[in-house]
Each structure stands twice: as C-alpha cells, then as structure tokens.
C-alpha cells in the first residue's frame, strides 16, 4: 500500500491525521459484526430466508461452474504440457482472464455489493478503505470463478510438471492479485463515469463503438471463406486458406500479448519449464508491476472518493437559461394518457442507463460469436437449421433484469404509482409494451445477424421460431410482472457495480426462462423428430394464445397484488442505498 | 365545522399528571367516531395501524373541514407519517375507515386520486429523469393532458426557481430542491387536499416564503392542506387548527386558541395572560423528557 500516498485524496487532512493504534483492527471488526448483523436480521424475513437459500442455491450453482471450468482448465493444461504444445499456453491464461473480466457483468444481479461509501463519514484510514474494497471485492462470483479457474490451471501444470509448482504458484498468485485489482479499478472506473451525463455519453459512444467493430470484425473473419463451401473437405480447405491469411496477424498479436499479463503468467511457466528460471522471475516481477499499476489506477479512483469527490453536474446559470429554449421542446411518444407517458418515460430512463443498454445489446454480440461457431460446426457445410432460434432465445436473456425487476429502477418514484389514480395495471401494460418493443426490435436485430452470418433457414424453422418468441415474450411478462410486485428489488441504473441485487428474484427467473426455453426445445426437438416441420408453429402459437391469456388474467389481478404487496414494495425500493 | 367540531383533547402523560379534566367530548368506548361533518375535506374513524406486535396509530378518530389548513404534530416515531400514509393510500389501515372529501376512501379511490395532492415522506421522485420530465410525467400520471402539463411544467419550475437546473437530472438535485421539485410534482394538478410531510425540511428560507405563501393562496381558493412539520414556528404561522399524535394516539386536537385554553391551567405562569407559544404547548403535551437526559451526557463537550 505504500505505493498509494501518492494518489489523490489519500495525502488528505484525514490522512495524514494519525489515528489510535489498533482502531483500523476495531473498525474491521465493528464492520464484520455489522455484516453478520445485517446477514442475521435478514433472515427475519421470509423473503430474506428465501433470498439467502437462493443465494445458497447461486453460489452453490455458480462453485459447480467455477469447478467445471477448473478441472477444464486443469485438463486443458495438462495436455499441452505433456503434449508438447506448450505454446497455446497463454490461450487459457486469456480465457481465465476474460472470465474474470466479464463474470461481474453479467452476475450483476445475482450477488449482492456492498457500497463502501457508508464508511467515509467515520474516521477510517485511506489504507483500511483500500484494503475493504478488495476484500469486499475477493467474496465475488468472478474472484472465486477466476481464482477456481487458477487452481485448475495451477493443478494441471504441476501434475504434468511437478517441478514448476513453485513458479507456477508464484505466477498464479501475481495472476490473480492482477485480476482482482483490474477488475476493482475498471469497475470504479465506470461507475465514476457513469456518473455524470458527459461522461456517460462518451462512455456510451465508445461502447456504440466496440459493438459495430465486433459486427464489422467477426463477419470479416468468417464470412468470405464460406460462401459457397458445400462439402467438408471444401470448408476444410477454406478454413486452411483463411488461416494462412490471418496467421501474419496472430504472429502479431501473438508478439504483443506475451507482453501483456495473461501472457506474461504463461510466458513465466514457459520460461520455468525450458529451465530457464531468470527470465521467468523477469515474467513474475513485469506481471507484478502490472498488479501494481492496476492498483494504484484503484488506488487514484478510490483516493478521489476517499476526499469526496462531489460528481455533481449542474450546468452553469449562463448555459441553463440559453438552453432552456431548445429544451422545450424534446422527445414525445403522442398521446396524453399515461400509458404514452410511462412509454416517454420508461424511453428516456433508458437512454440514460448504459448498464441497462449493454444487457440488452451485449447478447447480440454473442449471436455474432454464435453465428461464427454454428459456421465453422454446421454439418456438413449446409447452414445449421436451429441456429436462428438459439440465437433469439440469447437475445431473450439480455431483458431479464428489465422484465423480471421492472420496477426496481423507481426507487422512491414507486409511491407515485400508488399515490397517483393511474392504476397499477396500466403503469405494468405500459412497461410490458415498452419492453416488447424493445424485445421484438433486438430479437428482429438478432435474427438479421444470424440469417445475414448464415443464410435463411428454411421457412418451417423460421414460422417455428417467430411463433416461439410470440410464446416467449407473455410467458416472461406474465412472470415478470408478478417477481416485479413480489420480489422486487431496488437497483441503481447508473451503476454497473455496488448494486443491490437479489439472488431470488434472479434465480427464479432464471427458471422460468428455462422453462419457457424447454418448452420450445422440446416442441423443436419432437416436430424435427418425427418430421413434421410444420406442426411446430401452430403448436407454439397454441401455447402463445394460453400465454397471452395468462398474461391478461396476471394484468387482471396486478392491481389486487400490488396492493397486497404494496407496504413491503415501497419500503423495498424506498430504502435509502 | 364549528357544529361539529369537538373540543380540544388532551391525554397522555402531561395531561394526567397535571391532573386535567378528562375531555368532555370522548365518545363512550367502543364508540370511536365524530359526528359526521358535513364539509369534511378529512375525516377518519378509530383509524389503527399495526405492524406485528407494534400498535404504530390506534384509534385515531379527527375530521379536518374543507379549506382547513390543519397541522399534524407529534414527536419522531409519533405516527404521523404512518397516519398521512393511510389517509394517502400507500397503507393499508389495521382498521377504522376514512373519508376524503366526503367519500370513503381506499387504494382503489382512483377519482379521489385525483383530488389529492401528497408529498410523502420519500419524495415518490424519479432520479433519472430531469426536473421538467418529471412534472411532465406527474402531470400526465394525473390525468392532465400533454399541453396543460407542459404549460404548468414551466409555471412550476419558474416558480420554484428549479427552471435553471432543467438539464440536471434529479437524482443530482440537492435535498432542498428535490423537496420544492416535490411540492410542485404534489401540486401540478390543481389538487383540492394537499398531504405534505415535512415539506419545509431542507429547503431554504427563500423558497419557504414563497411556499408559505403559495400554499396560503391555495387555502384561500377553498383547498384543504394537512401538514406535519417539526418547525412549530412555520405550524404556527400557517395552520389554523392542530392535532398532536403521540405515541401512535391522538393526545390534542383543536384550533390553536382551543388548545392554548386547554393547557394554560397545567403550565406554571400561564395564568398571567402571556399567549403560549405552539412549542410549549407542545412540551406540555408530549413532555419534554428528552431534556433531563441530555443533562446527563457528562462525557459530551
């Protein structure tokens, strides 16, 4: 830590105020009981017994996966250590890295954070501030998966080559205070940003951005090798041909990365095993001085909030009168009734939640990764027939936290639906058309890509799934609508991290999006079974007809839940953050 | 109103201990409820609130007359925000009824909605909206048609000076403005009873002036305010008649005169003719016990 006095902040009057000895130990312990504390009276509830055995239930799911993935990294590992291939090494270190870097994203809603910002009106040393926020950060889904991931690797090596246990622990060990440390600054980084309405804007170009580089780079790579490639042998030859093409880049790319830190870990254990232990140690110590970069980028964030930073963004007098006239006018959906203006609302909210536009846009540049996977594994060169609906049925899962929490973002602004004589079931059927706008936008974006990336399925296949994502979209508004008056929970659009969450209310809908999906799956695998393409679509559109009743008999009684829920509602989004 | 209106009540603690005559006007018991006033803007019967083991509102029976600017004190954790939540919709009551404007009222009194105007305890804001997006939205929430909400979007923030700050949104604002854009949010639909918890908390005393005074030119076109505030001086300047909740009860209801008259016998030196202020009125009712402990905190600089 001694390398943070330097950041801003932490050189401030508190700083350098010297504290009792022993009270950073009595603080921590003062935090742990009010952390148990907390944990215990939540378990007052029966809403919070439900959500601590879902958040046993998570965790115990997300261990299986971060074991899963351990004892593949373990495998992986060891086979190109005794297979000679050496080399692809750093491949996993990548991958780990990747893992850690994406994990907290897409968990966002499945664990809950705890803001440190609580802390700073008690006499707490910048260095006890520091060293919470890492520890509050090691007790996270993408710690435990990455660190799992490191043990596997580290297992995988050393059985193959025991000898390199000393240096392949020394290289996972900086990997992972590596790993910690970025994702800590990157994530504080962002909330920061997103922060202020400049900033977000820009952060919101940049991630515009990245989103059409990645259109543009995966269909750059694919899709001219396969264009017209009919048997195996031909794609085969195609694939050899690309590679030829790209392989001046990976030679690169490949310079570059062993630069960076996941090559740098790899490079560590290549340079251990060729016996060569002086440049390994060169690795270890460049791999630490990333760590320390990562955290003194950390330590730069942290030390601004530390001073208290004021993010506040009023515009100058001067400026707010000269923009008052342009402002006048502004976006409107039509129409004076509420509906229309829960629709303008609900539109602007999401304008400025990039959190919320990320999980809504991110799957589709995953239907891109998909797509590029379905090209290179379709048999035998024709298109693969359900590439369409798996790549709509990833589309559905960026709009999870959207429907399934579609109050959640109100925060005290709930009482104005109670207080107002809008009915509550008008307030849900305006954001249920909302989202199916949106839905149907994405999932039309979705099926674009993957018929542009693979070409038109036949026809049965796309009826099937147009049908299926008619069955789709009332079976989770239906269940959305209920989990957003009963299981609610309060987040806060403008952050990507310190959020509430609710391991319930995700677990559940993450069953029932199962559900939904199985049904589908089902229908596809029994038509496609005994060859009867066609029956699908009227069969899905059966159960669509059952889901649209459904979903109008949920909007008949929302009013009689919501009022039923209404105390524990407003007191869950009400609560101070 | 004055036919129907009862004398001032005085119980609890203070009350007993002053040895003052039980109110003549409490109904028998198990009789909870006021004669019926005929301009009632509010009117609640035995209206009780619990939560699991704790009793919060018992039994609070009290009428307010229309274009009564009626304040609702009592100390913190009283019950007066529970009490404005029932006779606002977003708490359902253990029991007893009440009355908004001579109908029954409940969660699902739309048309009644409409004619209210609240600023809860939490303000009911949206953070990621901007100031005019949210009167906008409000307007809209309650019924006014696009135009008119506009129109009196742009009145509002010129008149709560927020019109400088419409490109901030207002989860940014500070305490004081989120508090005036809720006054204007609770207001923008002309309501004929306005509930305000608390609304002069943290706003400057500018914008308290001409909330004071915006709010007595609604009480003199006819509109009903019920207000709880700690500023006994602003319940005092502003309100005609008061009621004192203590402890989930109602200990004092009346005009102030009334309540002035009913206390004045308990309080040493009040014999002499000297006007008691609402403050000590106050003291004597819920007691004023926090001041022999404060004597006690040695260790406090």
Same mark, same amino acid.
């Given at each position: 830590?001694?390398?943070?006095?330097?950041?801003?902040?932490?050189?401030?009057?508190?700083?350098?105020?010297?504290?009792?000895?022993?009270?950073?130990?009595?603080?921590?312990?003062?935090?742990?009981?009010?952390?148990?504390?907390?944990?215990?009276?939540?378990?007052?509830?029966?809403?919070?017994?439900?959500?601590?055995?879902?958040?046993?239930?998570?965790?115990?799911?997300?261990?299986?996966?971060?074991?899963?993935?351990?004892?593949?990294?373990?495998?992986?590992?060891?086979?190109?250590?005794?297979?000679?291939?050496?080399?692809?090494?750093?491949?996993?270190?990548?991958?780990?890295?990747?893992?850690?870097?994406?994990?907290?994203?897409?968990?966002?809603?499945?664990?809950?954070?705890?803001?440190?910002?609580?802390?700073?009106?008690?006499?707490?040393?910048?260095?006890?501030?520091?060293?919470?926020?890492?520890?509050?950060?090691?007790?996270?889904?993408?710690?435990?998966?990455?660190?799992?991931?490191?043990?596997?690797?580290?297992?995988?090596?050393?059985?193959?080559?025991?000898?390199?246990?000393?240096?392949?622990?020394?290289?996972?060990?900086?990997?992972?205070?590596?790993?910690?440390?970025?994702?800590?600054?990157?994530?504080?980084?962002?909330?920061?940003?997103?922060?202020?309405?400049?900033?977000?804007?820009?952060?919101?170009?940049?991630?515009?951005?990245?989103?059409?580089?990645?259109?543009?780079?995966?269909?750059?790579?694919?899709?001219?090798?396969?264009?017209?490639?009919?048997?195996?042998?031909?794609?085969?030859?195609?694939?050899?041909?690309?590679?030829?093409?790209?392989?001046?880049?990976?030679?690169?790319?490949?310079?570059?990365?062993?630069?960076?830190?996941?090559?740098?870990?790899?490079?560590?254990?290549?340079?251990?095993?060729?016996?060569?232990?002086?440049?390994?140690?060169?690795?270890?110590?460049?791999?630490?001085?990333?760590?320390?970069?990562?955290?003194?980028?950390?330590?730069?964030?942290?030390?601004?909030?530390?001073?208290?930073?004021?993010?506040?963004?009023?515009?100058?007098?001067?400026?707010?009168?000269?923009?008052?006239?342009?402002?006048?006018?502004?976006?409107?959906?039509?129409?004076?009734?509420?509906?229309?203006?829960?629709?303008?609302?609900?539109?602007?909210?999401?304008?400025?939640?990039?959190?919320?536009?990320?999980?809504?846009?991110?799957?589709?540049?995953?239907?891109?990764?998909?797509?590029?996977?379905?090209?290179?594994?379709?048999?035998?060169?024709?298109?693969?027939?359900?590439?369409?609906?798996?790549?709509?049925?990833?589309?559905?899962?960026?709009?999870?936290?959207?429907?399934?929490?579609?109050?959640?973002?109100?925060?005290?602004?709930?009482?104005?639906?109670?207080?107002?004589?809008?009915?509550?079931?008008?307030?849900?059927?305006?954001?249920?058309?909302?989202?199916?706008?949106?839905?149907?936008?994405?999932?039309?974006?979705?099926?674009?890509?993957?018929?542009?990336?693979?070409?038109?399925?036949?026809?049965?296949?796309?009826?099937?799934?147009?049908?299926?994502?008619?069955?789709?979209?009332?079976?989770?508004?239906?269940?959305?609508?209920?989990?957003?008056?009963?299981?609610?929970?309060?987040?806060?659009?403008?952050?990507?991290?310190?959020?509430?969450?609710?391991?319930?209310?995700?677990?559940?809908?993450?069953?029932?999006?199962?559900?939904?999906?199985?049904?589908?799956?089902?229908?596809?695998?029994?038509?496609?079974?005994?060859?009867?393409?066609?029956?699908?679509?009227?069969?899905?559109?059966?159960?669509?007809?059952?889901?649209?009743?459904?979903?109008?008999?949920?909007?008949?009684?929302?009013?009689?839940?919501?009022?039923?829920?209404?105390?524990?509602?407003?007191?869950?989004?009400?609560?101070?953050? | 109103?004055?036919?129907?209106?009862?004398?001032?009540?005085?119980?609890?603690?203070?009350?007993?201990?002053?040895?003052?005559?039980?109110?003549?006007?409490?109904?028998?018991?198990?009789?909870?409820?006021?004669?019926?006033?005929?301009?009632?803007?509010?009117?609640?019967?035995?209206?009780?609130?619990?939560?699991?083991?704790?009793?919060?509102?018992?039994?609070?029976?009290?009428?307010?007359?229309?274009?009564?600017?009626?304040?609702?004190?009592?100390?913190?954790?009283?019950?007066?925000?529970?009490?404005?939540?029932?006779?606002?919709?977003?708490?359902?009551?253990?029991?007893? !009824?009440?009355?908004?404007?001579?109908?029954?009222?409940?969660?699902?009194?739309?048309?009644?909605?409409?004619?209210?105007?609240?600023?809860?305890?939490?303000?009911?804001? &949206?953070?990621?909206?901007?100031?005019?997006?949210?009167?906008?939205?409000?307007?809209?929430?309650?019924?006014?048609?696009?135009?008119?909400?506009?129109?009196?979007?742009?009145?509002?923030?010129?008149?709560?000076?927020?019109?400088?700050?419409?490109?901030?949104?207002?989860?940014?604002?500070?305490?004081?403005?989120?508090?005036?854009?809720?006054?204007?949010?609770?207001?923008?639909?002309?309501?004929?009873?306005?509930?305000?918890?608390?609304?002069?908390?943290?706003?400057?005393?500018?914008?308290?002036?001409?909330?004071?005074?915006? &709010?007595?030119?609604?009480?003199?076109?006819?509109? !009903?305010?019920?207000?709880?505030?700690?500023?006994?001086?602003?319940?005092?300047?502003?309100?005609?008649?008061?009621?004192?909740?203590?402890?989930?009860?109602?200990?004092?209801?009346?005009?102030?005169?009334?309540?002035?008259?009913?206390?004045?016998?308990?309080?040493?030196?009040?014999?002499?003719?000297?006007?008691?202020?609402?403050?000590?009125?106050?003291?004597?009712?819920?007691?004023?016990?926090?001041?022999?402990?404060?004597?006690?905190?040695?260790? &406090?600089?």
């Amino acid at each position: 830590m001694a390398g943070l006095s330097g950041v801003p902040g932490a050189a401030g009057p508190r700083q350098r105020e010297a504290l009792p000895a022993g009270l950073a130990r009595q603080q921590y312990a003062a935090l742990a009981a009010m952390r148990w504390q907390v944990f215990r009276n939540s378990l007052r509830t029966g809403k919070g017994v439900l959500e601590f055995g879902a958040r046993v239930l998570s965790y115990a799911m997300f261990g299986m996966l971060g074991l899963g993935m351990s004892v593949g990294f373990g495998f992986g590992s060891f086979a190109m250590i005794t297979s000679g291939h050496v080399q692809y090494l750093p491949i996993l270190f990548w991958v780990v890295s990747l893992i850690w870097l994406m994990l907290p994203v897409v968990m966002a809603s499945m664990q809950e954070q705890f803001d440190l910002g609580i802390l700073l009106r008690f006499p707490v040393s910048f260095r006890s501030y520091f060293l919470l926020y890492l520890i509050f950060g090691l007790v996270d889904v993408s710690t435990v998966t990455g660190a799992l991931c490191c043990l596997g690797l580290g297992i995988g090596i050393t059985v193959a080559r025991p000898e390199l246990l000393p240096w392949i622990g020394l290289a996972l060990a900086v990997f992972a205070a590596f790993n910690v440390l970025l994702v800590r600054a990157i994530f504080a980084w962002i909330d920061r940003w997103l922060a202020q309405r400049k900033t977000r804007e820009i952060v919101g170009a940049i991630f515009l951005a990245l989103v059409l580089c990645m259109q543009l780079l995966n269909p750059a790579l694919y899709q001219g090798r396969h264009r017209g490639a009919r048997g195996f042998e031909e794609r085969v030859g195609q694939e050899q041909r690309a590679f030829s093409k790209i392989r001046p880049w990976l030679t690169r790319a490949d310079a570059v990365q062993r630069w960076l830190p996941p090559g740098l870990a790899a490079r560590a254990a290549l340079f251990a095993a060729d016996r060569q232990p002086e440049p390994a140690f060169d690795s270890v110590g460049l791999l630490g001085m990333y760590a320390l970069m990562a955290g003194l980028v950390l330590g730069w964030r942290l030390g601004a909030e530390y001073a208290g930073e004021s993010l506040g963004e009023a515009p100058s007098r001067k400026a707010a009168r000269h923009r008052k006239v342009a402002d006048r006018g502004g976006w409107t959906a039509g129409g004076s009734g509420p509906m229309a203006a829960i629709v303008e609302k609900e539109v602007r909210a999401l304008r400025r939640t990039l959190p919320l536009l990320y999980a809504v846009g991110a799957p589709l540049l995953l239907v891109l990764v998909f797509a590029g996977v379905f090209i290179r594994n379709g048999p035998t060169g024709h298109t693969f027939q359900l590439a369409l609906p798996i790549c709509l049925v990833y589309a559905q899962l960026g709009f999870t936290q959207l429907i399934y929490n579609n109050l959640g973002a109100e925060g005290a602004g709930i009482q104005l639906y109670f207080l107002s004589p809008t009915p509550i079931r008008t307030v849900l059927l305006a954001k249920n058309v909302f989202h199916s706008i949106l839905f149907v936008l994405v999932a039309l974006a979705a099926g674009a890509l993957a018929l542009l990336r693979l070409g038109a399925p036949p026809a049965p296949v796309i009826a099937a799934s147009a049908a299926w994502l008619v069955f789709a979209l009332p079976c989770n508004l239906t269940a959305g609508n209920i989990f957003s008056l009963i299981m609610a929970y309060r987040i806060n659009p403008g952050r990507l991290t310190k959020q509430r969450g609710s391991q319930g209310n995700a677990l559940l809908s993450m069953l029932v999006q199962l559900g939904v999906i199985a049904v589908g799956a089902a229908v596809f695998s029994l038509c496609w079974t005994f060859d009867a393409h066609w029956v699908a679509t009227p069969v899905l559109l059966l159960l669509a007809v059952a889901a649209v009743t459904a979903w109008r008999l949920g909007l008949g009684k929302a009013e009689a839940l919501a009022n039923a829920h209404k105390e524990e509602l407003i007191a869950t989004l009400c609560r101070a953050e | 109103m004055s036919a129907a209106r009862p004398p001032p009540v005085l119980r609890g603690r203070q009350a007993v201990a002053a040895g003052l005559p039980a109110p003549v006007w409490l109904p028998p018991r198990g009789l909870l409820c006021l004669p019926h006033m005929e301009n009632a803007a509010i009117q609640t019967c035995g209206l009780t609130r619990r939560f699991g083991a704790l009793t919060a509102v018992e039994n609070v029976t009290l009428g307010v007359a229309q274009g009564q600017f009626f304040g609702f004190l009592g100390p913190n954790g009283a019950g007066k925000s529970t009490t404005i939540k029932m006779l606002t919709g977003l708490l359902e009551p253990t029991a007893g !009824t009440m009355e908004i404007l001579g109908r029954p009222f409940g969660a699902g009194a739309l048309d009644l909605k409409r004619q209210i105007g609240v600023v809860p305890e939490g303000m009911a804001l &949206l953070g990621r909206l901007t100031a005019p997006e949210y009167l906008h939205f409000v307007g809209r929430m309650y019924g006014l048609d696009a135009g008119t909400a506009r129109e009196r979007t742009e009145e509002l923030l010129e008149f709560m000076q927020l019109a400088d700050e419409r490109r901030k949104l207002v989860t940014d604002f500070s305490h004081g403005m989120q508090k005036k854009l809720a006054l204007a949010a609770a207001v923008i639909h002309g309501p004929k009873v306005l509930f305000l918890d608390e609304p002069f908390e943290g706003v400057d005393a500018i914008a308290a002036g001409m909330l004071k005074t915006m &709010l007595a030119g609604m009480i003199s076109r006819g509109a !009903t305010i019920f207000l709880t505030s700690h500023v006994l001086e602003i319940v005092e300047r502003l309100c005609s008649h008061v009621a004192i909740i203590h402890q989930g009860r109602l200990v004092a209801n009346g005009s102030l005169e009334e309540l002035r008259a009913g206390v004045a016998s308990a309080l040493p030196g009040a014999e002499d003719g000297r006007r008691l202020t609402l403050e000590e009125i106050f003291l004597s009712i819920v007691g004023a016990g926090g001041a022999e402990s404060a004597q006690e905190l040695s260790w &406090l600089a």
